[in-house]
């Protein structure tokens, strides 16, 4: 069924339309905006219930950039129902979490205007078919991610992290667009018109990949993506961000950096998956190479990583990076059971992850502490909050029964095979995704372990979270078991939960797909091995996890750590500029003057060149007398200007041209520019005056070289000019312009009363600023009335003291 | 005595030394004349040489031969009838009324025939017949906006000569 246009516009819209309300609303309800935001995304979630439940597929498209083929344009499908799913429904619970977690906090209107535009861009995200809207989106939730990972705006380490997410994320996207591009133009060779409908583009994937291909342009469009995807997706090395952006308020990291954000770049490998991947590929394509590889490291190191962290948002923070390795690299693997799996662990993954980030918050918040060491036995004070944490981390640890358990099995299936296939070195897979996996139990176990044990003497009373905290994981949680029990039960490919798995793992597969279900491995497959390996060697490993922890901390140091090379990129590309500024912007008008103007002569002496313009012939002099005459007194004064000893006769002498100008305007017949000149040139005559009050009165010494560079720029800026001028007059269009204007400016022989189709004034000048050229004129005093406030602003903001 | 001390010493324009009496009685006679010569260029501006622009330019180029002969001070306590507050600003906050007004005026002027049913800045113009002394009389929309690039000129110029003659 195609879906409801205003359906589609409303869920993406209505969270930017409520984002824009919320300070207004902020004012009357105060602290329950957070029930007004929730609200919004309850009525985002009911929306795509709605679409999802009509079983909607297709393209709303509205027009936005008709000339060059952009269009606001939106495909509904199971991928981005998904998506729209966990960013809507997550929201709902994060918002009314927020409700209690933010409870006195500064500045909660600018959080819940900012978490409301971020949802919207995150619904733009998940549903927009045209690449320039889903970059748009993209970058919208990049920066709505900024403001809120900087949210405690007083904090450096706030302001650190958000710049370093801001940094990569962004600059991802760049490349990102830079590769749509490519993509756009391999429509154009593929197709008879070029397109941006990710929807043509899937429809037509063999012949786009024979365009990229042929061209040689495959793997660069690949790798620019895949930047994209990598970077949002926090893949090694730009795995960096993830970790710092734990700065945000906790339903922020559970929200944008566990839940949905992060899922955009996973969302871009499954959306590109069919285009790149068709059903013939080769096992060991460009395709696999990139990501299948990109997600085993990426899962591996962060896994690692996470077991040496010291702080409860730390380990969650790369455990999420780590399970987003999980989905790339299963996406990546060009077998259906790769297709699968990132499908169910895309949602599986939302489902603990973000419980897990709540009750995180809830320990930090009534323990007062995050620190690892510091935490145990928080079993007896928060027993709801224990329980959720208890089946969230054991279905993070990929333990059956639980639903970790099975995308994890199908990622062991689908390296099982890709590793089969290939042979050899192919057996890394199974091997790094076995390897990955033991750490991902050990931090797993870890995290669930602070609520067993002995209580730390160390932790103060702890407090019972408010119910607006706890429900939001609790249902988190209900949805982990309910996922758990339909898999463990091998419910058929038609109950609910598999029929949806069913649609995502439609759009990211190339071709027809079969239904999908999963059930309880019944007979030892290798598969299933090497699942029990992993529980096994981690179960042995995890009495010596504190060991662990430490030699991975103690090989952490310099190049090995990718934060090394980014702070060090930093920090020289600042000392860079800062050593750069004394010599471009010395504070001296002259230089930026000097600057401004040559590049200014370069770059338009050089376009005509370019363009091979030629100069019109030279017809001989046509001037009267008295022309001829005033030229000479302009030119005498223009001399005189350079000789002047001082600022007051320079200004003087300088003067003297301009009026010589005025009157060359009498004597060729153009009264209103004489006018103008004239009063314009006696203005700025006063205006020098009263500055050169405040200026020393005579030059300093002249440098003999300074001198000689001024000399050479003048005669090359007044050339440009002069060159300027007689190529635009040589023109000459079959039909000037100015027959119409003086056939229109003057009042028509016969008119009405009233008329607007002619300028009706005898001043054809004055009609052409006010009627034919109002639109300009009105461009012009617009500047006019920029500059004064400028010139208002500079000066009294310096009498203030208010600069820097 | 540097011009920030002569600018800032109790004003006394009578014992002004840095004008004379020539330059104050010449501007006291041309300063009007100017005034008068600006406002008709800006009314005749449709029909012969003039506008909106240049009558703002002229007008500005009087209150700048004031300032320079009788000094801001005189302009706004004597002129316009305003309090000083200290600072020398007190006018700025006027002329910028009167650079955004106009700004105003003009997209108004814009906005108007949109009501209509015409475009954006359309301009039309109307004919009165049988007007006394006049017997046809001639009224453009485009001067209203007219009107706003004159007064968006004024109050921009007389900001910045106000505020760079107070330095």
Redesign the interface.
């Known amino acids: 069924m195609q879906p409801t246009p205003e359906v589609v516009l409303a869920v993406v819209f209505l969270p930017f339309v409520a984002a824009a309300l919320t300070p207004a609303v902020f004012r009357v309800l105060g602290e329950r905006t957070a029930y007004f935001a929730a609200a919004t995304a309850l009525v985002c979630f009911g929306l795509v219930t709605q679409l999802s439940l009509a079983g909607a597929h297709g393209t709303v498209s509205y027009e936005w950039i008709p000339s060059l083929g952009v269009s606001l344009a939106f495909y509904v499908d199971g991928l981005a129902l998904l998506i729209a799913f966990l960013a809507s429904g997550v929201g709902v619970l994060i918002l009314t979490y927020s409700g209690g977690y933010m409870h006195g906090e500064p500045g909660q209107a600018k959080y819940y205007a900012t978490l409301l535009a971020f949802l919207g861009s995150m619904l733009g995200v998940a549903l927009a078919s045209d690449l320039i809207s889903l970059f748009v989106f993209w970058e919208l939730t990049s920066l709505s991610s900024f403001l809120l990972i900087g949210h405690y705006t007083s904090e450096s380490a706030s302001k650190y992290a958000a710049r370093k997410s801001m940094l990569i994320t962004v600059s991802g996207g760049l490349f990102m667009l830079v590769g749509f591009l490519l993509l756009v133009w391999a429509s154009g060779q593929a197709l008879p018109e070029s397109t941006y409908s990710l929807v043509v583009l899937l429809e037509n994937a063999d012949a786009i990949r024979e365009a990229l291909t042929a061209s040689g342009l495959l793997v660069p469009a690949l790798v620019l993506v895949g930047l994209g995807a990598a970077t949002k997706s926090a893949q090694v090395p730009f795995h960096i961000w993830l970790p710092n952006a734990m700065e945000a308020p906790t339903p922020v990291s559970a929200f944008l950096h566990s839940a949905t954000m992060v899922k955009a770049g996973v969302y871009l490998v499954g959306r590109l998956r069919p285009l790149f991947l068709s059903e013939e590929a080769p096992l060991l394509g460009e395709w696999t190479l990139l990501f299948a590889i990109l997600g085993l490291a990426t899962m591996t190191v962060a896994a690692i990583l996470a077991v040496s962290s010291t702080d409860i948002k730390e380990l969650l923070a790369y455990s999420t990076a780590s399970h987003l390795g999980l989905i790339v690299a299963s996406f990546g693997f060009a077998n259906e059971y790769g297709a699968e799996a990132g499908a169910f662990h895309i949602l599986n993954h939302a489902s603990f992850k973000a419980a897990l980030f709540l009750v995180a918050g809830i320990v930090a918040h009534e323990a007062g502490t995050r620190q690892i060491s510091k935490l145990s036995g928080l079993r007896k004070h928060l027993p709801v909050t224990a329980a959720i944490a208890t089946v969230a981390s054991l279905s993070m640890a990929g333990i059956p029964p639980f639903n970790g358990f099975y995308s994890k099995e199908l990622l062991f299936e689908a390296a099982w095979y890709a590793g089969k296939e290939i042979g050899g070195l192919g057996y890394l897979f199974p091997v790094v995704a076995v390897f990955g996996s033991v750490f991902t139990f050990l931090y797993s176990v870890k995290f669930a372990s602070l609520f067993f044990g002995e209580e730390n003497d160390n932790l103060g009373h702890v407090h019972s979270p408010p119910a607006t905290m706890l429900v939001p994981p609790a249902i988190l949680g209900l949805l982990v078991l309910g996922i758990s029990a339909s898999a463990t039960l091998g419910l058929g490919p038609e109950t609910p939960i598999n029929a949806f798995v069913g649609h995502v793992y439609g759009s990211v597969s190339p071709g027809d797909p079969h239904g999908f279900s999963v059930h309880f491995p019944t007979e030892l497959s290798p598969y299933a091995a090497m699942s029990a390996v992993t529980i096994l060697v981690g179960a042995a490993l995890f009495p010596f996890y504190d060991r662990l922890h430490d030699g991975i901390n103690a090989l952490l140091r310099g190049p090995v750590r990718a934060n090394w090379w980014y702070d060090g990129a930093v920090e020289g590309l600042s000392a860079t500029s800062v050593r750069t500024i004394p010599s471009v912007q010395n504070g001296l008008l002259r230089t930026y003057a000097t600057w401004a103007l040559a590049s200014v002569t370069v770059l338009a002496l050089g376009g005509y060149a370019a363009a091979g313009v030629s100069l019109p012939a030279f017809e001989g002099f046509a001037i009267t007398l008295p022309i001829f005459l005033v030229l000479l007194v302009a030119v005498v004064g223009a001399v005189a200007v350079d000789i002047a000893p001082s600022h007051v006769a320079g200004v003087l002498t300088l003067s003297i041209l301009g009026f010589m100008v005025a009157i060359f305007y009498i004597l060729a017949d153009a009264?209103?520019l004489a006018?103008?000149q004239l009063?314009?040139e006696?203005?700025v005559l006063?205006?020098f005056?009263?500055?050169l009050?405040?200026l020393p009165a005579f030059y300093g010494e002249v440098n003999r070289s300074r001198a000689a560079r001024d000399a050479v720029l003048a005669l090359a800026v007044g050339a440009t000019v002069f060159v300027t001028v007689l190529v635009t007059t040589a023109a000459s269009p079959a039909e000037p312009i100015a027959g119409f204007l003086a056939e229109n400016a003057g009042?028509p022989a016969e008119?009405p009363?009233?008329?607007?189709n002619?300028?009706?004034?005898?001043?054809i000048?004055?009609?052409i600023?006010?009627?034919f050229r109002?639109?300009d004129?009105?461009g012009e005093?617009?500047v006019?009335?920029m500059?004064?406030l400028a010139?208002?602003t500079l000066?009294?903001m310096r009498?203030r003291g208010e600069t820097q | 005595m540097s011009?920030r001390e002569l600018d800032n010493r109790p004003y006394d324009y009578e014992g002004d030394r840095r004008t004379t009496v020539i330059s104050r009685t010449v501007t006291r006679i041309v300063v009007p004349l100017i005034l008068l010569t600006a406002v008709s260029?800006l009314l005749q501006?449709?029909?012969?040489?003039?506008?909106?622009?240049?009558g703002a330019?002229?007008t500005?180029?009087a209150f700048?031969?004031i300032?320079?002969i009788f000094g801001l001070e005189y302009v706004q306590t004597d002129v316009l009838r305003m309090s000083p507050d200290g600072?020398g600003?007190s006018p700025?906050g006027a002329?910028?009324w009167l650079?955004?007004g106009?700004?105003a005026l003009?997209?108004l002027s814009?906005l108007t025939?949109i009501l209509f049913g015409?475009e954006?800045?359309?301009?039309?113009?109307?004919?009165?017949?049988h007007v006394p002394l006049y017997e046809e009389f001639?009224v453009?929309s485009?001067f209203f906006?007219?009107l706003?690039?004159y007064a968006?000129?004024v109050?921009?110029?007389l900001?910045?000569?106000a505020?760079?003659?107070?330095?």
């Not at chain 1, 002619?758 to 001043?763: C, F, P, T, V």
């Not at chain 2, 505020?163 to 330095?167: F, I, K, N, Q």
């Open positions: 009264p209103d006018l103008t009063v314009v006696t203005l006063v205006i005056l009263l500055v009050n405040r009042v008119h009363p009233f008329f607007t002619a300028g009706g004034g005898g001043n000048v004055n009609v600023l006010v009627d109002a639109f004129t009105m005093i617009s006019v009335a500059t004064a010139i208002l000066i009294r009498e | 011009g260029l501006g449709h029909n012969l040489p003039g506008g909106g622009f240049i330019v002229l500005a180029a700048v031969l300032y320079v600072d600003h700025v002329y910028r650079f955004g106009g700004l003009a997209v814009g025939p015409y954006f800045l359309t301009q039309g113009v109307w004919f009165f017949k001639e453009a485009a906006f007219d706003g690039v968006t000129v109050g921009a110029l900001t910045v000569a505020e760079v003659g107070t330095e």
